[in-house]
């Protein structure tokens, strides 16, 4: 089966970290740009972070860079997002996403997302 | 960054009526534009990509046109099993970027 499955979503106190996981199966993963996504409660999609399928070309929101830190382990099928600096408006669901084969653009496959809640 | 709008934010419809969608960017994006159904407490799914082509296993209900700044979806007959919110995505340049969200309630 292909699927994408988020892990390491929790509560948090501002200014803290975590590092968010994605577990991919069912398709050759180095094959696929990869992406993670995220949703505020109540709220709309915010794309957050790209990296390619080799690793080693990375893309991110304004609002996360020098906070966030995507990255992968093709030989694991692991795709990684490191937050750090936290703030209480990065709460939200983190999707991972997959592109198409071949190409960045938008996004074929969605895991279920882990919450991240970030609060004193 | 390129800003989409949608119109309208929420819409309320009929099994059986046709629906439509609209999505504005704030330049043009060529026919770089996906929409997305996200079904309460589910993560999105794809519909349409490049404007206009339908993702493998979406119902053919589904249709999308539109190039440069403005674009439609089409739903042209509401199912119960629609009930969703609809997000417009421009993938022509980063950051990518989302329209805020169309909530459709089925009558």
């Known amino acids: 089966e292909v699927k994408l499955l988020e892990s390491g979503g929790g509560l948090v106190q501002p200014g803290g970290s975590l590092r968010l996981s994605c577990a991919a199966s069912?398709?050759?993963?180095?094959?696929?740009?990869m992406n993670w996504v995220r949703q505020a409660p109540g709220k709309g999609l915010e794309w957050v972070s790209l990296i390619s399928g080799s690793g080693s070309g990375t893309y991110c929101a304004d609002s996360v860079k020098d906070r966030f830190t995507i990255s992968r382990d093709n030989a694991k099928n692991m795709l990684y997002l490191q937050v750090s600096s936290l703030r209480v408006e990065d709460t939200a669901v983190y999707f991972c996403a997959r592109a198409p084969i071949g190409s960045y653009y938008y996004f074929d496959l969605w895991g279920r997302g882990t919450l991240v809640t970030v609060s004193s | 960054d390129i800003q989409m709008t949608q119109s309208p934010s929420t819409l309320s419809a009929s099994v059986g009526d046709r629906v439509t969608i609209t999505c504005r960017a704030s330049?043009?994006?060529?026919?770089?534009l996906a929409w997305y159904q996200q079904k309460p407490g589910k993560a999105p799914k794809l519909l349409i990509y490049k404007a206009s082509a339908l993702e493998s296993g979406v119902p053919s209900r589904f249709s999308g046109s539109g190039s440069g700044t403005e674009f439609t979806l089409i739903i042209s007959s509401l199912q119960s099993d629609d009930l969703a919110t609809y997000y417009c995505?421009?993938?022509?340049?980063?950051?990518?970027?989302f329209g805020q969200g169309t909530k459709l309630a089925i009558k």
């Open positions: 330049q043009s994006i060529s026919s770089w």
């Open positions: 069912g398709f050759t993963f180095s094959s696929h740009a």
């Open positions: 995505q421009q993938y022509n340049s980063f950051p990518y970027t």
